[in-house]
């Protein structure tokens, strides 16, 4: 079954980290464009950013209100796409989605998603 | 930044009958490589977002042909030919031709 598992929200304090994952099953992580996407409660989707597949080149690019404050990573052994998110501001608060694109021109998956919470 | 306008946000409609929601883009979609890359998803309540067309008419496999989209440049539709009451939920328009990929504000589709 093509899946994405979100993990490793909570509760942080702002200026804290906090480090998301997204496991990948049922196709090949390795081919894929990965990504995330949040939620604000009861807002809209924003995009965060995304890493191209290691075959078109691993680029990876950020949304400007969280660039220089996260990292995308993905882990071809782990199958594990991961969101190291530093100096947390109670904006970053949201749902965060992990999506990935196995068909060009379209993120065809989406995950269940993982809350993130950033409150004093 | 592509900036992508819905309209309406809001859309009560009856069970049965026709629905349709237009994204309006900032700067035209089409990409150098002739493609545009212009995607609906669809929300339902407690739920997350999920596929149902890309490349602004391709209906990802599994997605009931009620829905449909269509446009070119700037301006773009998505269809739903007869409302079912799954339908219910937010339906937002995504481009990612350009980066920062982005969103529509999202459109509520609620039955009357």
């Known amino acids: 079954e093509v899946q994405l598992v979100e993990s490793g929200g909570g509760f942080v304090k702002p200026g804290g980290s906090l480090r998301l994952s997204c496991a990948v099953s049922g196709f090949s992580f390795r081919n894929a464009w990965m990504g995330w996407v949040r939620q604000a409660p009861g807002k809209g989707l924003d995009w965060v950013g995304r890493?191209?597949?290691?075959?078109?080149?691993?680029?990876?690019d950020y949304t400007a209100p969280v660039k220089g404050r996260v990292v995308i990573s993905g882990d071809d052994s782990r199958n594990t796409l991961d969101l190291q998110m530093n100096s947390l501001k109670t904006e970053d608060t949201g749902v965060y989605y992990c999506?990935?694109?196995?068909?060009?021109?379209?993120?065809?998956?989406w995950g269940q998603g993982t809350m993130v919470t950033v409150s004093s | 930044d592509i900036v992508m306008t819905q309209a309406p946000l809001s859309s009560p409609v009856t069970l049965g009958q026709p629905a349709s929601i237009s994204c309006r883009s900032s700067q035209s979609l089409g990409h150098s490589d002739a493609d545009t890359y212009l995607s609906w998803l669809q929300q339902r309540p407690g739920q997350p977002p999920r596929l149902l067309i890309y490349m602004v008419s391709k209906r990802l496999s599994g997605v009931p042909d009620r829905f449909s989209g269509s446009g070119a440049g700037t301006e773009f539709t998505l269809k739903i030919s007869r409302v079912e009451a799954e339908d219910v939920g937010v339906y937002y328009c995504m481009q990612i031709t350009q980066l920062p990929h982005t969103l529509g504000q999202g459109t509520k589709l609620e039955i009357k």
């Open positions: 890493i191209k597949s290691k075959a078109d080149g691993g680029t990876i």
């Open positions: 999506i990935a694109s196995r068909t060009p021109g379209a993120y065809d998956v």
